[in-house]
């Protein structure tokens, strides 16, 4: 079938794309076909017109890491110079500056760090939910939970069980990447295959922790890899919510940053793959994502690797959230994006701007009291034609 026939036949039947259909509208359909379906089925699944943001903080509580990610500019091995495990106080500070600003949620990652039992885990969690019961701790990822359980002699389940015990709010999606296996045999062996990622997700989702999927691409992937990535976070989507009623919240990706990497030296020069991913191949993955996903209800545009410029036009084209402040980050920053802080004021300026009502929420996606928009204040305030 042509694009357009596939295309047409899934809007007007809401009959779910194959990954044959997905990989052809991927590879043939022009870019503004895909992202004014994809904004038609935003519209159809959320139809208030509405884009969320969230209020919270990065904490990237350790650096030591023994994964060796070669896309990775941030982890340093254990004994090297630069390495650093911040302590409970530190990261209680940095929580504190987050709850004076309106926060409602820490995302905290770190790295597999062969120093640190289950015991430090716990008793940080339990001791930053007592000083901060109302702040959601969303913390660690599939990967550290490995490593975690690695440590211990204990099994993932173990491991989330405890953490949850301890006051775990949720799992970050982290370290998916791409969930194919040459391809992340080949950007991170040591993560191991992508069936592991899957299982501390769906582990993670039977204890009612909250979840996110992510998805990182521009490794020199085609479309049936990044189809691929999606279609098994498709197929645990539909598990989780039958068994277990509860899913991932969102789907979130954005291009593989190469500046200051192992693997992007290692791919520069002559007869190498192409790497990364620009603006338009960026959109089309966020409309591709909004047509295939169809169990997923929303799906964010990432203004940390893209700028808000093209994450406002995401907006348009199959996304409903913008992200959040980030008020701290070091990773996706370490390998060469300038500025990866936003305040309230740009989110929402960026959400109006693009015909929509910026809502603040928490990691639950449960929306949450907004203040007006500064943008909106000014057009109020501002004389009519007939004061002037």
């Known amino acids: 079938m042509s694009w357009r026939s596939i295309l047409e036949s899934h809007m007007s039947s809401g009959e779910r794309l194959t990954v044959e259909d997905a990989v052809i509208l991927y590879r043939d359909a022009p870019l503004h076909s895909l992202r004014s379906a994809a904004n038609v089925r935003r519209k159809q699944m959320l139809p208030s017109g509405e884009v ?7 904490i990237n509580y350790t650096n030591i890491c023994t994964i060796n990610c070669q896309f990775c500019s941030f982890y340093r091995p254990p004994s090297h110079e630069e390495t650093y495990t911040q302590t409970t106080e530190q990261i209680s500070a940095r929580i504190s500056e987050l709850e004076e600003i309106g926060g409602v949620r820490i995302l905290m990652q770190g790295g597999v760090n062969p120093e640190l039992g289950i015991e430090w885990y ?11 019961p109302t702040i959601d701790l969303d913390c660690f990822s599939p990967i550290e939970i490995e490593g975690i359980a690695e440590v211990t002699g204990l099994s993932t389940l173990e491991v989330l069980t405890q953490l949850k015990s301890a006051g775990m709010h949720g799992l970050p999606g982290g370290g998916a990447e791409m969930l194919v296996d040459d391809i992340r045999m080949d950007i991170s062996p040591k993560k191991g295959a992508p069936e592991n990622w899957l299982r501390v997700m769906g582990e993670a989702q039977s204890l009612g922790l909250i979840t996110s999927a992510t998805n990182v691409i521009g490794f020199g992937e085609g479309a049936e890899a990044r189809i691929e990535h999606m279609y098994r976070l498709r197929i645990l989507q539909e598990e989780s919510l039958e068994i277990h009623g509860i899913g991932f919240t969102s789907f979130i990706a954005w291009p593989v940053q190469l500046e200051n990497n192992t693997y992007g030296k290692r791919n ?76 309230e004021d740009e989110l929402q300026s960026a959400i109006v701007r693009a015909g929509f009502t910026p809502r603040r929420r928490n990691s639950r996606y449960d929306l949450l009291e907004t203040p007006e928009p500064v943008l909106v204040r000014e057009q109020m305030a501002a004389p009519s034609p007939s004061q002037v």
Do not use: C
């Open 52 to 58: 969320t943001y969230l209020i919270d903080r990065n």
């Open 122 to 132: 716990t008793n940080l969690l339990n001791e930053l939910k007592n000083r901060h």
């Open 268 to 343: 520069r020069g002559r007869n190498r793959i192409e790497l990364g991913a620009g603006p338009s191949e960026y959109l089309r993955h966020v409309a591709i994502a909004r047509l295939f996903l169809d169990n997923f209800n929303h799906i964010q545009a990432s203004w940390p690797t893209m700028g808000l410029d093209i994450a406002q036009i995401a907006l348009l084209g199959g996304a409903d959230d913008i992200g959040s402040t980030m008020m701290e980050e070091n990773v996706v920053s370490a390998s060469g994006t300038e500025k990866l802080e936003a305040s």
